[in-house]
């Protein structure tokens, strides 16, 4: 049980290019979502997802795109990266049932756009 | 709009104090509250998380309080390491249908030794 994988840990990009942040969990959680954590603005929800083939957006979702082909992954999506996108990226699934819930975390992906 | 607000932004302390931590939320219609703990460029640990319907949970040196009806949460840690130097963080799920966690900016704590 390898709980949530996020690859890359780091990655530089330039302005204008596209890239894929990967995001894997073997605890078969139906909820996973994104977050994106930037000094003095706290962890911000950018897109979430409630099971396979269901997608929605959160607090920040522009510039973003994201799919859930399989209860496993979910992938996110910078279709053209900004400066403004600089920042540390989570993933993040729930657990539990009815109203008791909790999250996982991923370790991160640390992101610059140059 | 929920809002949560960790107090202070930062703490430190010699090692052995016993401290507090704050949280306060704005709307009390909450499913829970987690606290996570997160070492400089890591991820986030949970420490702690309080069911709606509960006062407080406890694990080891670590004791969270909740009272929704006032918006507040505390953590409590007993007998400060070198160790526990980490940001704490905060974060409520609201009862709305959609809504996601809500997080605070978090506590920087440094204990020196």
């Known amino acids: 049980n390898a709980g949530v994988t996020q690859t890359p840990k780091f990655q530089v990009l330039k302005t204008g290019q596209s890239m894929t942040l990967q995001c894997a969990q073997d605890?078969?959680?139906?909820?996973m979502s994104w977050y994106r954590q930037d000094p003095g603005m706290g962890l911000r929800l950018i897109h979430y997802s409630v099971g396979a083939g269901i997608t929605d957006q959160g607090e920040v979702p522009n510039g973003y795109n994201v799919s859930r082909s399989t209860t496993e992954d979910f992938p996110l999506r910078l279709l053209s990266a900004a400066p403004s996108q600089t920042s540390v990226y989570f993933c993040?699934?729930?657990w539990g049932t009815g109203r008791h819930y909790g999250y996982t975390f991923g370790s991160g992906t640390r992101l610059t756009v140059v | 709009k929920q809002e949560v607000t960790q107090i202070p932004a930062a703490l430190s302390v010699p090692e052995g104090e016993n401290l507090v931590l704050n949280c306060s939320f704005t709307d009390s219609a909450i499913y829970n509250l987690q606290w996570f703990r997160q070492d400089p460029g890591k991820g986030l640990t949970s420490l702690l998380l309080?069911?709606?319907?509960?006062r407080e949970q406890t694990s080891g040196r670590l004791n969270a309080s909740l009272d929704k009806s006032s918006g507040r949460s505390t953590l409590y840690i007993a007998a400060s390491q070198p160790g526990d130097s980490a940001t704490y963080l905060c974060?409520?799920?609201?009862?709305?249908?959609?809504?996601?966690?809500?997080f605070g900016k978090g506590t920087t704590l440094s204990v020196s030794s």
């Open positions: 309080i069911q709606s319907s509960q």
């Open positions: 605890m078969n959680h139906e909820y």
């Open positions: 993040a699934s729930r």
């Open positions: 974060a409520v799920r609201s009862n709305q249908a959609g809504t996601a966690l809500i």
